[in-house]
C-alpha cells in the first residue's frame, strides 16, 4: 500500500526511511521560510516540515496553500528532531517532505477540530461528521467498538447464537410509546419499530435455540433525557431451562470479561445483590448510586413522638444527613433543596443543623424532647445537616433520593474512579401509574410472578387491586454507579398464567387475543422455561468512558427534540409518497 502507516504510528523503525502518510492539516505554522504541518488521522499526529532548502518553489507554494482540514499526502524521510515535542506520542520525529499533493481542499471549519472545543451541541450535531474527526470522540466511537468486540466473542464462546429479529414487527408493550410504519401493500395497517425483541426472542427459545443475542436498535418513542435517545442499541439475550442466578452468573461473567479487555479493570464477583425494598429505603431509588453512602433513615417512630403536626400526622418521617455540611447551607440554599425535593414529590422538606452542639434550623424547636435520641440514631456530629421529608414511603423515599443524589454531586462526594455493579433484585411484578390511574408491569407483561406470590393474581387474573403489589417478579436489573444498565427476568411460559397476567393488565380476552394470540399459541407447543436479559449498550458506553449523555457514544443522534439536525430528519415527504401509502396529513407544517 503506497500509505505507509498512520502518522500516528510512526516511530523509532521508520528513523532514516522514506515514507507516505495522508491525512488531514491539524495545524501549519510559517517559520522564516519553514513550513510545518501536523499531520493527523485516526490513530495521531505526525510534524511534517517543509524546507524551502530542499523542495522547489513549486512545493513550497503548495504547503504555503494548506490549510486546516485540506486532505493531503506526503511523502520523505523520517529524521530524529533537535527538540523533542513531548506532548504528542510521534514528538521525537518529523517527516522532511519531499512530495506533496493535496488530496480536497477544506472550508474554514465551523469550529476547531480540537478535544474540548467550546462549542454547542446543535452545531456539533449539524456538523457531526466534523464532530467526530476530534480525537475524544473517536476515541469514545472506539471504546464502544470495544465493548461489542468482546460481548460478540464472549457470548459466541458462550454458546449464544447470534439471530436478528425483524424490524418492521408488530408493537410489543414494553412502556413507551412506538414508532409507527406504514404499509403500502396493506392500506391502513402499521408495522412497529421494535421497542425491543422482547416477544421474538422468547418466539426463539419455543424454536429450541437455548441461547440467542444480538446487538440491536430498539426504538422508543418518548421525551429525551442524557440517557435516552428515540433509537438505541441493547445487548439483547435470551437463555433456556436456566434460573435466576445461573442468568445472572452469565451477564456477571460478561461485564467482567468487558471491564477486563476494555478498562483493564478486575471486578470481583458475584456482584452484590441487593433487594429492590432495600435499593428504595436505603436510597430512595431502584437504581441505587453506592459509590457513596448518605443512606435515608427511617426516624417515623421517633418523629411520631413530638408534637409536630407536619411529622405526627404524615405516613413516615425519613431523613438524610449532610454530613459535616450545615455551613455551606444558608437559608436561601435551603430553600433550593426544598423545591428539588417538591419536585421529586414531597410536600415539603424539615431540616435542621448541630452546629456548636446545639440544634437549629427550621424545626429544631419541635425537637427538643427528641434531640438526645435523634443525635444517637443519626450519629450526629457538629455541623451536620439533617433533612427530614415527611410523607408517604414513597414520596419519602424518591424526594430524599433525588436530594441524596444532589448534594453528592455539588459536593463532590462521589469517587469517579469507581464501577459499582449491583443486581437488584426481588421486584414487584406491577407498580402503580399515577399518570394511568392503574398498575402496569414493573418490567414487562411476560414476566414471570414467583411462586410464593402467583396466588394473589386470581384464577381468571382479576384480583383485589390492592394484592397485585403483592405479587413479586423473577426480575433483576444490573445498575452501574446509578445507572440502569440493563435489565431481565425470567419469562411466562404457559398459556394459562400469560392470559391472567394480561387480564390483570386490564386486557379483555378478546385483546389479549388480538395482541398476543401469536405467543399465546407458541405456549401451546412445548415452550420451554426461559429468560433473559437486555443491556443498554449506549449507557454502557457512555459510562466506560466518563460521559453523561449517550449522544457522546453514538455516532449520529438525535437532539433534544429528536431531530437529526444534520440530515433534517424527520422531514415533509412529497404527496405522492404519502398517497402511495393511503395517509392524509392534517396540514400543520409550514
Ligand atoms: N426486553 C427487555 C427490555 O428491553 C429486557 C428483557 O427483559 O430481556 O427492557
Redesign the pocket.
Known sequence: MKRTCYAGQVNEQHVGQEITLKGWVDRRRDLGGLIFIDLRDREGLMQITFNPEDLSDEIMAQAEKLRAEFVIEVTGKIAVKDVANEKIATGKWELKASELTVLAASQTPPFEIKDGVEVSDELRLRYRYLDLRRPEMLANMRMRHAITRNVRSFLDEAGFIDTETPMLAKSTP?GARDYLVPSRVNEGHFYALPQ?P?ITKQLLMGSGFDRYYQIVK?FRDEDLRGDRQPEFT?I?LETSFLDEEEIQEIVEGLLQNVMKNVKGIDISLPLTRMAYDDAMNFYGSDKPDTRFEMRLSDMTELAHKTDFKVFTEAPVVKAIVAKNLASNYSRKEIDKLTELAKQNGAHGLAWVKLENGELSGSVAKFLTEISDELRLELKLEDNDLVLFVADTLGNANSALGALRLHIAKAHDLIDQSLFNFLWIVDWPLFEWSEEEGRYMSA??PFTLPTEETVGYLLADGRSEDSDLQKVRAHAYDIVLNGYELG???LRINTRELQEQMLTALGFSQEEAEEQFGFLLEAFDFGFPPHG???IGLDRFAMLLAGKDNIREVIAFPKNKRAIDPLTEAPSPVTQKQLDELHINTIDTIK
Do not use: R, T, W
Open positions: 414494553e425491543s422482547q430498539c441493547q439483547d418490567h414487562h435489565g431481565g427476568s433473559g436479559l437486555a
